[in-house]
């Protein structure tokens, strides 16, 4: 068996950056990334303050994670599309650090928070977290969405509270129906004027910034009315329009031994939600992320954060999607992205006085819509009976009880259902790797495939063996993206597999849906009933993927390039 070099630290850790300016940065390249950062900026205005104010802080701290974590997070980031700043995901943990422990507690975990990420990256630990099951994936991100709507009400109807509103849901959601007698016709109708417009605006005008045009008219619309509604202004008094001198938190031992748990389930969340961008990211564009590289840009990133003020700072699933689609080149338009921000912060901050906090409710409820998997809910619940304990599990103690305790139980019942189907089943014989290194980039981003396999350069084979689950999804899925350059078709010999889980199955119908966009066929052989109901569940089915009883019959009919159907 021929040895694996593992890669340079110097290649592991080098950012996107250098790498794009080695290959060459043209001024064309730059007015791609300006307009692209713009774009960006555009969706994370509102964003940034919106949530910001739901974690219980003001909304000038949003900004500054956004422009000084988004700056650095692009420049030293192992991603080149990656988009960092203040995330939806974050509002549960930092409202509740915020109430037991106020904001000078927060600051000093956002920052021990980065220094515990750059451990991680640094060790090469990064790698490990890809192993989170899909379904805990799905479960802590749904009851992360259903957190953030329940934190959304009090604004989005203008309730008054007698007192302090509670974090917990059941509380929380008892509270707000004592106070349902205060509500404000005004605020639901600037609220739910607002969700409309949005949902319009992405259906009719897809590529405008819905999000920004509906907070605008909502504030131009209730200075013009003198609607009774509570704004930034009422409330903090507005924004200041530059950033504030950067000042070292309590760092004492007694402080640091306090906010350490708060800061350990900072990093956890960062980690993962960082790198699942990541994977967005390359999944989109087939260009692959240093994922180690990126935990200490994300650490160096909350560190910077923390000592201008800033709330935590991750990769932003939406904001780097929208990076990609606008048509970015590499890590400037991230960096862009920051100044943007910075510029509009200094010109504009006397007129957020003016918006309304039902406008920016509204926002954050479109938000947590958009981060419930419903889809994914659906077919997880449907798929597997151990997949479903999972989701459920993480689902139901994210919402009741905390996000870290949903995540860890999630992934010790997910690992126990797989060491439990690994017993069952007898038709091991290899396994892939459990860790496959980071990778520097090559030339194109992607690895030869050996043509030999087919005796056909236009059809890649790939064989896979042994148990395909979660912790070798990741790594297959990686592989399989990197066979040749656009074959026409791909075939994927299943014979070897006894058992797949949700997200190898996922990983595959993925796999898939990106070779019908370069209209690449894909076959599947030797897939034995169990496997085939798994990949069928999560969407790899005929007519996009094909199924054949043997490797021989799938390779001779992706040779003759039938496109009949099954």
């Not at 009719?204 to 609607?227: D, E, N």
């Not at 084979?461 to 042994?466: D, E, K, N, P, T």
């Amino acid at each position: 068996m021929a040895s694996v070099v593992p890669p340079r630290f110097a290649e592991l850790f080098t950012p996107k950056l250098v790498t794009v300016l080695r290959e060459g940065y043209s001024l064309a390249g730059f007015k791609a990334d300006a307009v692209a950062g713009l774009t960006v900026a555009i969706v994370a205005l509102p964003l940034s303050m919106a949530i910001a104010i739901a974690s219980g802080v003001g909304p000038e701290r949003g900004l500054y994670a956004s422009i000084v974590g988004g700056l650095i997070v692009s420049a030293l980031g192992g991603s080149r599309f990656q988009i960092g700043g203040p995330a939806g995901a974050f509002i549960v943990l930092v409202a509740a650090t915020v109430m037991q422990y106020g904001v000078d507690g927060l600051i000093t975990a956002t920052l021990l928070s980065g220094l515990i990420l750059m451990a991680i990256g640094f060790f090469r630990l990064g790698t490990f977290i890809k192993y989170i099951p899909y379904p805990v994936t799905v479960g802590f991100t749904s009851g992360i969405a259903l957190i953030i709507f329940a934190s959304q009400l009090k604004d989005l109807l203008g309730l008054t509270l007698s007192g302090t509103e509670p974090g917990p849901v059941v509380p929380k959601l008892e509270a707000l129906a004592h106070a349902l007698p205060t509500m404000s016709a005004a605020a639901v109708a600037v609220a739910g004027a607002s969700i409309a417009l949005i949902f319009a605006l992405r259906k009719f005008r897809p590529h405008w910034p819905a999000f920004l045009i509906a907070v605008a008219l909502a504030a131009v619309v209730t200075a013009l009315l003198g609607l009774p509604v509570e704004t930034i202004g009422t409330r903090f008094g507005g924004i200041p329009r530059a950033l504030p001198a950067p000042h070292l938190p309590d760092l004492s031992p007694a402080r640091v031994v306090e906010m350490l748990p708060s800061a350990l389930s900072f990093a956890l969340l960062g980690g993962i939600e960082s790198l699942l961008s990541a994977v967005v990211a390359d999944s989109m564009t087939g260009r692959r992320h240093r994922s180690n590289c990126e935990l200490v840009a994300q650490g160096v990133a909350n560190i910077a954060s923390a000592l201008f003020g800033g709330i935590c700072v991750t990769g932003t699933i939406a904001r780097t999607a929208t990076n990609v689609r606008a048509g970015a080149r590499g890590p400037v338009s991230g960096m862009l992205h920051a100044l943007f921000l910075l510029a509009f912060m200094a010109v504009a901050a006397p007129l957020a006085s003016y918006i309304p906090l039902s406008a920016l409710a509204a926002v954050l409820a479109v938000v947590a819509w958009n981060m419930a998997e419903k889809h994914e809910f659906g077919v997880l619940l449907r798929a597997s009976r151990g997949d479903a304990v999972v989701l459920l599990a993480t689902f139901l103690l994210v919402v009741f009880r905390d996000l870290t305790e949903g995540i860890l139980a999630g992934f010790g019942i997910g690992t126990l259902l797989f060491l439990h189907r690994m017993a069952q089943s007898v038709e091991v014989e290899t396994g892939l790797p459990l860790v496959e290194e980071d990778r520097a980039d090559s030339a194109n981003g992607r690895d030869d495939y050996d043509a030999a396999l087919s005796g056909d350069e236009g059809v890649a084979v790939y064989r896979i063996s042994g148990a395909f689950f979660f912790g070798a999804a990741g790594a297959v899925g990686a592989a399989l993206d990197r066979i040749g350059e656009h074959p026409r078709a791909h075939v994927i010999d299943l014979s070897a597999v006894p058992l797949v889980d949700s997200s190898a199955a996922a990983s595959i119908a993925g796999f898939a849906r990106r070779a019908e966009r370069t209209g690449a066929a894909v076959f599947i052989s030797g897939a034995r009933t169990s496997v085939r109901h798994m990949l069928f569940a999560h969407g790899a089915r005929p007519p996009q993927v094909r199924y054949r009883h043997t490797l021989e019959d799938a390779v001779a009919e992706a040779r003759l390039g039938d496109k009949a159907e099954d």
